[in-house]
Structure formats: structure tokens, C-alpha cells
């Protein structure tokens, strides 16, 4: 790793896929606390992510000492953050707590995190893997059962009918499954509920049929206004807001990838492009554009959560449309 150039948000998540297969990772893990902490990062928020990295790096050699440091100085830096990031670093070190030995202060670091199962779809994830590691898999199946319960009671039917419809509940039933597989649990409702769900996003996922047309386009704000203020018609397949319209986009993205679909991608509409096939509030026409080999021009879907959001709003993903996922 290069100790010279400011690291970019790039960077940091070229390191996370190379770093183990390093030579010597620890030393990349060393660089990287000194480049958080010498103000070597492009972007200084990204001091947290760089320094939870070499936690971890530090704890898959199980070099624990080293591992709790960096996390520490990580939530030095994540300061009051209260997002998934600052909570994944918060897991990470109960996680490193446990591996010590230290399972009273462990609990006592993951305890206050419970909440996120229900703000963050990641969550269940981070959670219950720190859970496991100190032998805790009964406690993260209460944790996600209770969560479960409460993101239904939200809901107006008792299950999802469709990959945008899935959200935060998907992730929770899932990892909630494999939990009580662990423990050798019979099957219950939500088992079940986690089996058909999973069987139908997998469905609608494979199947090109399982998207209409007007799912896969996205429209630029610009070209979103101009067409909109033209067509108001649209704002039913679009969204009457451009937030709303990159609102569903995420949506259905973060369903279809809950349900293992990979190489996602949404295909970026022009209003002269469309126009030029005919009547823009005609489905076949917009069926036709999408579908149209010199049509849209494909952005893909999901970028790193430091890098440039999909939608082009110049912002990062993690402060823009990661977030509208959970709307």
C-alpha cells in the first residue's frame, strides 16, 4: 500500500479485497491507522472505515491486542455517529471483546446496538456474527425474533408480496433462519415465512418477466423534471418526486440482491432518447427504450458505500441512497 498519496475511498475498499492476501497484511493494517491518524485520507470521514480495517485485519491474525486498538481509535473518530458504519465498528469490537475473553464487557459493548436491528438492514448481519463468536447464538435469536415481530407490526399485510416490498424484514428472517439452524431449531412461522420469501424474490429475480420495463429505467434529475413536467401521467411508474423515484430504484435493487441476484444494473433514460420512439405515455414506447440495444446508458448497481452514489447527486452512497433503502 502506497504511504504517500492521500488514500480515496477507492483505495480503502481495494485494500479491504487485498488485504488479506497481502504479504504482510499487519503492515497494511499499521498503514492504515497511520494514514487515518496522519491525515492521509482524501476524505477525512473515512478515518473510522480505515481503522475498523485494520482491526479486522488485525483480528484475522489473531493479533487481538492490535485489533482492539484500532477499534478503538475507529469509534475515537466515529465520534457520535449513530449510522450502520459507526455500529458495524461498535459489533467489531464486542466481537474482538469476546475473543479475549472479555464476554461481560462484550455484552455490555453490544447491548446498546440491539435498536439497529430495526434502522439497518445490515445490522442483523454484524450483530449476530459478534453474538456467535461468544457462544451467544440463543441471545442473537432473541434479538432478531423481537426484531422480526416488530418490523411486521409496522407492515399493513402480514407478508411481503414483492423484491421492493422485502427491505429490512428480508434480512432480518434470513439471518434470523440461519441462527436457528445453528441451534438446531424445528422450523416456526418465520422459518417459513424466511423459505417463501427467499423463494420468491429468487423467482422474480431470475426471471426477466419479474421486472416490467419501466422498473429498470432511471431517469437523471434533470431528465426526471423534464419529464415529468411534460407526461405528468408518469409520475405513477416514476414517482412524483425525483427522491421518490431513486427511492424505489434502491428498493428494488436491495430486494433483488437480497435474493442472491448479482450484476445488478439500471439503465439511464434521456427524454429526446425516448421521444424519439414514439409517445412517451404509451407503455410500448417506454417498453421499446428500455429495451432499444443504443438506448440507456447502464449504471451499476450497488457502489461501494464511500464511493459516488448510482444517482449522480455528487454525494457519497452511504449519505444518499443506501439510506432511502429503509424509506
Known sequence: MSTK????????????????????????????????????LADPEDAGYALALAAEIAESRSKLGAALKYVDQALEAYGKRD???AGAARALRARILFRTG???????????????????ADAAAYLSAALAVGGQNRVAEEWLSDAVQTVLAERSGPEPTSAED???????????HRVRHALGRQHD??????????????????????????????????????????????TEPYGATWDEHRARRERELVGLAAAGRT?????????????????????????????????????????????????????????????????
Open 102 to 120: 472479555r464476554a461481560d464487557e462484550a455484552m455490555a459493548e453490544i447491548e446498546p446496538l440491539r435498536p439497529l436491528l430495526t434502522q439497518h
Open 189 to 234: 412461522t418465520h422459518d417459513n415465512l424466511a423459505e417463501r420469501l427467499e423463494t420468491k424474490l429468487a423467482n422474480a429475480a431470475a426471471t426477466p418477466a419479474g421486472l416490467a420495463d419501466d422498473d429498470l429505467l432511471f431517469w437523471p434529475q434533470a431528465e426526471f423534471d423534464k419529464l415529468i413536467a411534460q407526461w405528468p401521467a408518469l
Open 5 to 40: 498519496a492521500d488514500l480515496t475511498s477507492a483505495d480503502l475498499t481495494e485494500i479491504r479485497q487485498s488485504a488479506l492476501g497481502a504479504a504482510d497484511p499487519l503492515g497494511v493494517a499499521a498503514d492504515l491507522a497511520d494514514a487515518a491518524q496522519a491525515g492521509r
Open 166 to 176: 422485502a427491505g429490512l424484514l428480508f434480512f432480518l428472517l434470513q439471518q434470523r
Open 263 to 327: 450484476g445488478l444494473t439500471l439503465l439511464s433514460g434521456t427524454v429526446d432518447g425516448l421521444t424519439k420512439l414514439g409517445d412517451p405515455a404509451d407503455p410500448a414506447t417506454r417498453s421499446a427504450y428500455t429495451r432499444a440495444q443504443s438506448g440507456p446508458v447502464q449504471i451499476t448497481w450497488p457502489p461501494e458505500r464511500n464511493g459516488a452514489c448510482w444517482c449522480g447527486s455528487g454525494l457519497k452512497y452511504k449519505k444518499c441512497c443506501l439510506p432511502r433503502s429503509r424509506g
Open 83 to 85: 449510522d450502520s458504519q
